[in-house]
């Protein structure tokens, strides 16, 4: 356990500004931002670079990465609470992920919009978590299950590393309140892919 948590908060700290940054830029985007900004590769924020970073761009066509944001801005403004796996369903209804029901990319694009409520789908939490379907809401009550049970070892955790979690927060425009929540999602997620990646 000592060694997994070494790993996680390495993991967590190694991409927690970038996770932050990207949230950000996404927010941006939804408030009125240019989407030919938000999509250019170069931006180190972008959108595209994002599905790259989580390792999701291959699910989506060539070059449909816009459709994809197109489809994503209009499935927020309609919808106040959000379905991962109806969602998924849209994109493949749209022939925009090869046919296939994407739960993974669908959760990594909305966990952008909302990272307290949501966190990514990913098979090595899924792993760690004992799931196996891919229905996301039975992965996410796991994973809150998880997160909770563990909830004062994982803040602890953090709190060890306070200075250097600040630092990484600094100038991104979050407050402090729903910096917490997202933290603790963050580093529950980090020692669940650890978990998951060490067993056979």
């Known amino acids: 356990m000592q060694i997994e948590k070494i790993e996680a908060i390495g993991l967590f700290l190694n991409t ?32 595209v670079t994002f599905l790259r970073d989580f390792k999701v761009a291959r699910s989506i066509n060539a070059r449909e990465y816009n459709k994809v944001l197109r489809s994503t801005d209009s499935y927020l403004n309609k919808n106040h609470i959000v379905d991962i796996n109806e969602f998924a369903e849209i994109l493949k209804s749209a022939n925009l992920t090869h046919g296939d029901l994407c739960i993974s990319l669908a959760s990594k694009i909305l966990f952008l919009a909302d990272p307290i409520e949501l966190t990514p789908y990913d098979k090595l939490a899924k792993k760690a978590l004992g799931i196996k379907s891919n229905i996301y809401t039975q992965f996410q009550a796991a994973f809150i299950e998880y997160r909770d049970s563990y909830k004062s070892e994982l803040k602890g955790l953090l709190k060890k590393y306070e200075t250097e979690t600040a630092a990484l927060e600094s100038g991104l425009g979050f407050n402090k309140n729903e910096l917490s929540l997202i933290k603790l999602n963050r580093i529950t997620d980090k020692m669940l892919w650890v978990r998951g990646s060490n067993m056979k």
Do not use: H, M, T, V
């Not at 996770?19 to 931006?43: H, Q, T």
């Open 16 to 47: 927690y500004r970038k996770n932050l940054s990207y949230i950000k830029y996404f927010r941006e985007f939804r408030n009125g931002g240019s989407a030919s900004n938000y999509l250019d590769p170069k931006n180190r924020y972008s959108f």
